[in-house]
């Protein structure tokens, strides 16, 4: 179940895998075998310290659904009410975190000693991972995320959250009210109970682009089993616990991309990516530039409810990995949550463009940013930042003074392509020394000689002597610099 888990949520990750993978792991989706009820029973005992039947008025033996890390029962409240309770599978936890260990280690084995972990620094992608497990793990955490949505939408009574009731709830088992309806891509079922497709489709796409573009926290996993129509009509979201977040910077930053996706501008679209602050190869903005330009224009040709936003964000992001950009997870989320809502608006009513529904968000967005009072608020914020960089760097700056002076200070590096690095170092020292012998070599004979021709001004005897340790210091000389150039000969191999 853990890798089950992990392929499901890297399947809502195409930014990182390409998209053969993609459709394989997003088989994962569907239902994995149920649990035993005896092992769902000791969760439920180990949770309220009692058996289920003392906690519960009755609780359905069979699942009404099951899942790779949780599975589902209907139960009944004391008070009569009808819930659903969500028990997480015995043991998911500690053999989630083993599995996350493991691919840590191989993470930081590809950034070490591979380019590609250079370009996507697998470390951090594992470290999104685990956040996104262990935030899926904790029920505390999805039944938070039902409470804010519901926030969220309060105004809106067409749209539904399930209420949690807390009282049942803990880490492991989330309790909340059983949501029944019709699934939304039962196209035929909506239609006989007088549904209007078409109004349906508007609601979601508005509702999904709000989430994204207004709140920045929205549902990330939006397909058609999560999304019901109640019997009053309303469009109720289930299965919370996939959740994407983005900043007030991030969602300017989506609105613009859309902006310009909308006005076929390249230049915007990349100004956008550009202001993520991932792109590190600044030369090849020129030409990123004119691949964005050529994509859009290939998608302007099309009616603009043929074109998909999701599959042309995908396209984009695609593109930039090419330029060794890295698209950051919640927008990679975006995508494909967008990808997902394409597919159920199409069944409903394929007339609709996410565009033009967006056009009055973007705008609101636009004007939140241009508003006086939201300019100071952020000149307040950035007045704050520097007012403790300008307290604070006096005393810091004497600080690293005096480590310097009492020689308490290390600095570590950690060198890319060490193994090109030490050899264009041996080279270097090899060369050195080479001219080093080179030169005692040199002076030795220059001694000899000019020892020589003093001696054999004197003692002929002597001239024979130095004439013979002369022709033996050339021949040692000769065999130390063979040794060398062997030497430096083995070491370009070497490399």
């Avoid at 519960?56 to 659904?65: E, G």
């Avoid at 960089?389 to 200070?409: H, Q, T």
């Avoid at 000899?448 to 000389?477: E, Q, Y």
């Amino acid at each position: 179940p853990t890798f089950v888990k992990i392929g499901q949520l890297l399947s809502t990750r195409p930014d990182l895998l390409p998209a053969e993978v993609i459709f394989e792991l997003e088989k994962l989706q569907q239902s994995v075998s149920p649990i035993p009820w005896q092992d769902i029973e000791l969760v439920l005992y180990e949770a309220f310290g009692k058996p289920p039947t003392e906690v519960y008025a009755s609780i359905d033996k069979k699942p009404l659904a099951s899942a790779s890390i949780s599975q589902v029962h209907a139960a009944r409240l004391d008070s009569g009410q009808q819930v659903a309770v969500k028990i997480q599978r015995p043991g998911i936890e500690a053999q989630i975190k083993i599995d996350l260990d493991i691919l840590k280690d191989i993470a930081g084995l590809l950034d070490r000693h591979t380019s590609l972990g250079e370009q996507y620094d697998f470390l951090s992608m594992v470290a999104e991972l685990e956040t996104a497990l262990l935030n899926e793990l904790d029920f505390i955490s999805e039944g938070e995320n039902a409470d804010r949505f519901r926030k969220n939408f309060a105004a809106d009574a067409s749209i539904h959250f399930p209420e949690i009731r807390w009282v049942y709830t803990t880490r492991c088992v989330l309790t909340m009210e059983l949501i029944n309806g019709i699934n939304i891509n039962q196209v035929e079922q909506l239609k006989a109970a007088d549904c209007d497709c078409s109004e349906l489709a508007l609601r979601l796409s508005r509702t999904l682009a709000q989430q994204m573009l207004r709140d920045g926290f929205f549902h990330a996993d939006p397909h058609p089993g999560n999304l019901l129509v109640m019997e009053d009509g309303k469009l109720a979201f289930i299965d919370l616990g996939q959740v994407g977040r983005l900043s007030a910077s991030r969602r300017r930053i989506l609105s613009d991309m859309l902006v310009g996706m909308a006005n076929n501008d390249g230049g915007m679209v990349v100004e956008a990516i550009i202001a993520l602050d991932t792109m590190k190869q600044r030369s090849r903005l020129h030409r990123f530039r004119n691949d964005i330009n050529q994509l859009l224009e290939r998608y302007l040709e099309l009616p603009i409810e043929e074109i998909k936003v999701g599959e042309l964000l995908l396209e984009i992001f695609e593109l930039a990995r090419k330029y060794h950009v890295r698209i950051p997870g919640q927008l990679a989320l975006v995508a494909k949550m967008l990808v997902t809502l394409e597919g159920i608006v199409e069944k409903l009513d394929n007339s609709l463009d996410l565009l033009t529904i967006m056009k009055p968000i973007t705008k609101n967005l636009l004007r939140e940013s241009i508003n006086p009072r939201n300019q100071y608020r952020r000149l307040l914020s950035t007045a704050s930042a520097y007012e403790t960089l300008i307290r604070e760097a006096p005393g810091s700056a004497l600080n690293f003074l005096r480590k310097l002076e009492d020689d308490d200070y290390t600095i570590y590096l950690d060198l890319k392509n060490r193994k090109a690095l030490h050899h264009q170092l041996n080279q270097i020292f090899n060369r050195l020394a080479f001219a080093m012998v080179l030169l005692a070599v040199s002076i030795i004979i220059a001694g000899i000689i000019i020892g020589s021709s003093i001696m054999a001004n004197t003692d002929a005897s002597a001239l024979l002597i130095n004439s013979f340790v002369l022709r033996a210091s050339i021949l040692i000389s000769a065999f130390i610099v063979a040794g060398l150039i062997v030497s430096m000969i083995r070491g370009r191999k070497m490399k």
